[in-house]
């Protein structure tokens, strides 16, 4: 049995923390052909979604996609995102919440295919904090010395770097 990643619990546990703190969480998205959303709004292959108790309806966030209906320009539209895509999950008022990287499905693309290498996954939004499911060897060997300098730099609100 091939194990579950753990990508869409932390989405779900970001989501969960902006809704408790009263924050609107947003969803950066890569898209790809396999993801359904507007495509007026897409800019640079990338759209940012408010996925907000009161900009949704029928939000479900589960181990394969988030899919929800909202409106843009006062037109409901089915929103469906794989969570390989989904880029970061974040308050849009302080910028906190979790990065992560992107594996683009595409609508043509199987579950039995290898996931794509290293090099070629996207970087992560800045600020945020990064988040693999599978840390490469570079992530597995840093030392607490670094994240503890880097930590040090900012003096705005940020998260801690997740290796």
Partial sequence: MQEISTKPYFMR????WCTDNGFTPYL???VGSAARVP???VRN???VLNISFGATSGLKM??????FKARFGGVSRDIYVPVENVMAVYASENGQGMAFEVELIEADETEAEAPA????VSKPVLGLAAVSSK???VEATASGDEQKKSEKKSEKPSLKIIK
């Fill in 135 to 137: 840390p490469s060897l």
């Fill in 45 to 47: 292959g990338e759209i």
């Fill in 62 to 67: 589960d181990n394969d996609a988030v899919t």
């Fill in 39 to 41: 495509m007026e709004f």
């Fill in 28 to 30: 950066a998205v890569k």
């Fill in 13 to 16: 546990a970001i989501y969960e």
């Fill in 117 to 120: 290498p290293v090099e070629a």
